[in-house]
């Protein structure tokens, strides 16, 4: 009986054995998998980090180098914050990258999937990732992480005229314009003359402008105005409007010159009406004297 009961025994501790072994070599497998295919992930690219700048309206392309070719890859770009799809290799984006967004033909033979944004604007600015995967059945691997800054440039802002003539005693007015797409809402705006600082202006703050006793300043829509009242002789030369985005920190300025023309002085009037009056009398004598004649 005994012996029958150890003979139970091993047979069960066997079983056990050729369990855990199975068990342990399904595990061994199992890792070994994962372990390929995280190597394969990884074979893909160098993950690599970039900062870029560029000026509004222009073109950048932001970098992506991977080391794997293959005809079923597949490349997604994307914003970060907040998380926008930019472009997809087998798809169009529908939003305002839509029509904007271009990559190079074959860029998988490439070893390079470059992303190419046209007409930037300053709401392209932030941080971009360039995920790739080798095939539908593979994971995508971060290849590249770009952080873009867009920058307004001199062309964005302008004024309505670069040259303006007023007299003396009348009210100075001044328009200034900026491009929306190159600027946020978050502004702050300065007039000048010359060095001379006028006044200034944060648009969305409470008071957006200081109260200035003859001087009247405003914004709206892309559009600034500055009213100077009863201007005089002194204060001809250069205006400046300059506009600083808090995005980019960028600030940009257009200049007008004012010609200020002087009215006539209060002798003058007097000495014209004499000169006038010098002149009929003058003219009387000379008829008398060929009527004489």
């Not at 509004?56 to 907040?82: I, N, R």
């Not at 003539?165 to 007015?173: F, K, P, Q, S, Y």
């Not at 900026?178 to 001379?196: E, I, P, Y």
């Amino acid at each position: 009986t005994i012996i029958h009961v150890l003979g139970a025994v091993f047979r069960i501790l066997f079983q056990v054995q050729g369990v855990l072994f199975y068990a342990s070599l399904a595990a061994k497998v199992l890792c070994f998998s994962a372990l390929v295919s995280e190597a394969t992930v990884q074979t893909i690219c160098t993950p690599t980090q970039i900062a870029t700048r560029a000026n509004c309206g222009s073109t950048t392309v932001l970098p992506c180098p991977f080391t794997v070719e293959g005809e079923g890859m597949e490349v997604t770009w994307q914003k970060k914050k907040p998380l926008l799809v930019v472009y997809i290799s087998n798809d169009l984006p529908k939003n305002q990258y839509r029509g904007r967004t271009t990559m190079q033909p074959g860029w998988n033979k490439m070893g390079t999937a470059n992303l190419t944004i046209h007409d930037l604007r300053v709401e392209d600015m932030g941080t971009y990732e360039c995920n790739i995967r080798l095939n539908s059945n593979s994971r995508s691997k971060s290849c590249s992480t770009v952080t873009l800054k867009v920058d307004p440039g001199e062309r964005d802002v302008w004024a309505s005229s670069t040259e303006v003539t007023v007299r003396a005693g009348e009210d100075l007015i001044l328009h200034f314009s900026h491009n929306l797409k190159c600027f946020t809402s978050n502004l702050h705006l300065t007039w000048m003359q010359g060095r001379n600082l006028i006044t200034t202006m944060s648009i969305g703050q409470e008071p957006p402008v200081k109260e200035i006793p003859g001087v009247l300043a405003s914004y709206a829509s892309g559009n600034a105005t500055l009213l100077l009242k009863n201007i005089s002789t002194s204060q001809a030369g250069n205006y400046a409007s300059c506009f600083k985005d808090s995005a980019s920190k960028q600030e940009c300025c257009a200049v007008s010159n004012v010609i200020v023309a002087e009215t006539w002085s209060g002798t003058e009037p007097t000495l014209i009406h004499s000169h006038y009056i010098l002149t009929s009398l003058l003219v009387v004598l000379f008829g008398c004297v060929m009527t004489l004649s």
